[in-house]
């Protein structure tokens, strides 16, 4: 595999970061997952701009111009001859001293993993995840706001190790209000009596790009999508549940918390959005040659 590091493309064994590296003492800097399908980088534009977000609030200053960046990957996928890919992209504050100040880590590090992604068995896209509630909350906005896609997921990576040790692959997060929020690395959404609903984004829920999608896809099949305030109660009374990701796409969730919801099959609504997610990928995105 080829890494793109600092602006070279250099074989996977040379792409190495110092351990005085911020990102990796401290988790100080911001990422994106982004993803290709046929020779195509599907909401480039989205990613990209969330990712100069998350550093505009981290006050970490992105090395390279958008369209630099967007050259970047193109050139990363090339360099792996990738049709089909999970782009990484990540800059941390970079090479500092032991202390947490990062004035003194002058020069940021980015880099690029293109590579080939399957987060969630297959069959589970036919017959649904178990999900779990857990008892670690997702972080609060006043503390690290969520919306935030920093290097710093052991919020997430604690809730992930909470929903594997009750046997199931994902994890549902509630804000400390007790509100539903989203999963250790997807967005929620519940149907109930044909209307979509997903927690609202003050909540603490990352503004996810599939989450936006599937809200868009919604509004051109005539859905009804509202983004109310959700309670476990909701979910467990929900006719339908699926999670998004830009890895794990749409997810349907048949089980929660040992209820099974409805009749523990996947519902009309999820697999109509999952089939027109599936066209839109193929039709959408910004085209790359080989
Ligand atoms: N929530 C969290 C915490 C995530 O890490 C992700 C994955 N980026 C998502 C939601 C889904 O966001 P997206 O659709 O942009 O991948």
Same mark, same amino acid.
């Given at each position: 595999?080829?890494?793109?590091?600092?602006?070279?493309?250099? %074989?996977?064994?040379?792409?190495?970061?110092?351990?005085?590296?911020?990102?990796?003492?401290?988790?100080?800097?911001?990422?994106?997952?982004?993803?290709?399908?046929?020779?195509?980088?599907? =909401?480039?534009?989205?990613?990209?701009?969330?990712?100069?977000?998350?550093?505009?609030?981290?006050?970490?200053?992105?090395?390279?111009?958008?369209?630099?960046?967007?050259?970047?990957?193109?050139?990363?996928?090339?360099?792996?001859?990738?049709?089909?890919?999970?782009?990484?992209?990540?800059?941390?504050?970079?090479?500092?001293?032991? +202390?947490?100040?990062?004035?003194?880590?002058?020069?940021?590090?980015?880099?690029?993993?293109?590579?080939?992604?399957?987060?969630? %068995?297959?069959?589970?896209?036919?017959?649904?995840?178990?999900?779990?509630?857990?008892?670690?909350?997702?972080?609060?906005?006043?503390?690290?706001? %969520?919306?935030?896609?920093?290097?710093?997921?052991?919020?997430?990576?604690?809730?992930?190790?909470?929903?594997?040790?009750?046997?199931?692959?994902?994890?549902?997060?509630?804000?400390?209000?007790?509100?539903?929020?989203?999963?250790?690395?997807?967005?929620?959404?519940?149907?109930?009596?044909?209307?979509?609903?997903?927690? %609202?984004?003050?909540?603490?829920?990352?503004?996810?790009?599939?989450?936006?999608?599937?809200?868009?896809?919604?509004?051109?099949?005539?859905?009804?999508?509202?983004?109310?305030?959700?309670?476990?109660?909701?979910?467990?009374?929900?006719?339908?549940?699926?999670?998004? +990701?830009?890895?794990?796409?749409?997810?349907?969730?048949?089980?929660?918390?040992?209820?099974?919801? =409805?009749?523990?099959?996947?519902?009309?609504?999820?697999?109509?959005?999952?089939?027109?997610?599936?066209?839109?990928?193929?039709?959408?995105?910004?085209?790359?040659?080989?």
């Amino acid at each position: 595999m080829k890494i793109w590091l600092n602006g070279k493309i250099v %074989p996977e064994e040379e792409a190495k970061v110092s351990v005085f590296d911020h990102g990796l003492l401290y988790g100080d800097g911001v990422f994106e997952g982004i993803r290709s399908y046929n020779s195509r980088i599907f =909401k480039l534009d989205e990613h990209l701009e969330r990712f100069y977000k998350s550093a505009r609030a981290i006050m970490l200053k992105i090395s390279l111009s958008l369209k630099e960046l967007e050259e970047a990957i193109i050139k990363t996928l090339r360099a792996n001859n990738l049709k089909d890919a999970y782009i990484r992209v990540v800059t941390t504050r970079g090479v500092g001293d032991l +202390g947490l100040d990062p004035v003194k880590c002058p020069s940021p590090t980015i880099f690029i993993i293109a590579s080939k992604i399957q987060f969630y %068995p297959r069959e589970l896209y036919g017959k649904g995840l178990r999900l779990v509630t857990v008892p670690t909350r997702r972080s609060d906005i006043e503390s690290l706001n %969520p919306a935030i896609k920093s290097l710093n997921y052991l919020n997430n990576i604690l809730a992930k190790i909470e929903a594997t040790n009750s046997g199931a692959l994902e994890a549902l997060m509630l804000n400390r209000d007790g509100y539903v929020v989203e999963c250790s690395g997807d967005n929620i959404f519940m149907v109930k009596n044909g209307t979509l609903l997903t927690p %609202p984004i003050s909540v603490g829920t990352l503004e996810g790009i599939t989450r936006n999608v599937v809200i868009d896809l919604a509004q051109s099949f005539k859905i009804n999508c509202l983004e109310p305030l959700l309670t476990r109660y909701d979910l467990y009374n929900s006719d339908e549940i699926f999670l998004t +990701g830009t890895a794990a796409e749409i997810i349907p969730v048949t089980e929660l918390d040992g209820r099974s919801i =409805k009749d523990g099959k996947v519902g009309p609504f999820t697999k109509r959005l999952m089939l027109g997610f599936k066209e839109l990928v193929n039709q959408e995105g910004k085209e790359y040659a080989l």
